[in-house]
């Protein structure tokens, strides 16, 4: 007899369950991407204990039917992604069809959802993946999932989370990063009862920055837009007088996806060195839209880093671009790099 064995599927589930769902924030980030595919108009994202307890997501998106409601919480279930070149025209956040699944194996997950043509709707209830209840119901078009003890089945995983205000903060970052991504989107975020960030959907950037960071910082903001043939770079970056202690507000959203790239990130920093001394970093909201087979979005569910087909040419693009809001009667202004 050999000592390998088959891990049982709730077992498996729950260990892969990890990869995607690390805590609150994770389920957050998955659950409004979702209502973002489905093309909702409206957010509103309420939590309860720092998303411990509660977390619920209303949408006003496509809804779903019957079929697709059961469906949606199984492995590599996804209406995203057909074929594997699929992957190179992706305009969708999600594709991989993991994240209902992962949710629904550790927690209790209820989904109440109506497609725009249809007159009644259905609930789903699933806990710990066993799936409970399926029934029609009433409800308004689009899509409420609700979130209830996250981790009760996992008790280590429980015990790693972090105390309130921390997985607070966590929650607090991955929204308006989202409402920043999408201003023509009505976001709300409400935690224990209280309305905490809330956004018009009116299109208008310097408007989120505004509720974000507030009126001071969104006065000193400087509008960027550059286009290139291949990439078009539009936003918004802080004069020379803002000055920032932490890089955490450097913001880049390519295709609408938030991401972590070091070329951009060089361009910014090489632009402001000439202002800012080290240790200090500006505000920066841009948008960079390129076409998605120059891109590699194929990583880990986890993983923002994102990879361009030609990080020198999104270094110098971005240089310019910068270089040109920041500094426009600048001698060093050059035209854009062709990429
Ligand atoms: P993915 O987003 O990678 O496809 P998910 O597990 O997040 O995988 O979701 C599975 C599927 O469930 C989605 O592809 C989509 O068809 C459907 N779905 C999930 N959330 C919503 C929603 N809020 N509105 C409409 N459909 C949804
Ligand atoms: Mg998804």
């Not at 998303?51 to 809804?63: A, E, F, R, S, W």
């Not at 789903?124 to 009760?152: A, M, N, P």
């Not at 208008?204 to 291949?230: F, P, S």
């Not at 390129?290 to 923002?304: A, F, S």
Request: aromatic share 6%; glycine share 6%.
């Amino acid at each position: 007899m050999g000592i390998i064995n088959i891990l049982d599927a709730s077992v498996a589930s729950k260990i892969s369950a990890g990869e995607v769902v690390e805590r609150p924030a994770s389920v957050v980030k998955e659950l409004i991407e979702n209502s973002i595919d489905a093309g909702s108009k409206n957010i509103i994202l309420e939590v309860k204990n720092a998303g411990k307890k509660l977390i619920k997501v209303t949408d006003d998106g496509c809804g779903m039917t019957k079929n697709d409601a059961v469906l949606c919480i199984e492995r590599y279930a996804t209406s995203k992604l057909r074929t594997i070149e699929d992957l190179n025209s992706l305009i969708t956040l999600g594709f991989r069809g993991e994240a209902l699944a992962s949710i629904s194996a550790v927690s209790k997950l209820q989904i109440v959802t109506r497609p725009r043509d249809q007159s009644i709707g259905t609930l789903v209830e699933v806990w710990g993946g066993e799936i409970i209840d399926v029934r029609d119901t009433g409800c308004k078009e689009g899509t409420t999932v609700t979130v209830k003890d996250l981790f009760y089945n996992t008790p280590a995983r429980l015990k790693f989370l972090k105390r309130d205000s921390i997985e607070f903060n966590n929650i607090y970052n991955i929204f308006y990063k989202l409402m920043l991504s999408h201003p023509e989107i009505s976001f709300k975020l409400i935690s224990d009862d209280k309305l905490k960030l809330s956004s018009t959907g009116d299109g208008n950037l310097l408007n989120c920055i505004k509720t974000i960071w507030g009126q001071e910082i969104a006065d000193h903001m400087i509008e960027v837009k550059a286009q290139d043939r291949a990439v078009k770079v539009t936003g918004y970056i802080s004069d020379r007088s803002v000055i920032r202690r932490s890089k955490n507000d450097i913001l880049f959203f390519v295709n609408k996806r938030c991401i972590i790239n070091k070329a951009l990130y060089a361009a910014v920093l090489d632009v402001y060195k000439q202002y800012l001394t080290t240790g200090t970093y500006p505000v920066i909201v841009l948008n960079i839209d390129i076409d998605p087979r120059m891109i590699d979005v194929n990583i880990h569910p986890t993983k923002l880093e994102l990879k361009f087909s030609d990080e020198h040419g999104i270094y110098g693009a971005m240089y310019n671009a910068l270089n040109n809001a920041l500094n426009p009667k600048s001698e060093v202004n050059r035209p854009l790099t062709s990429i």
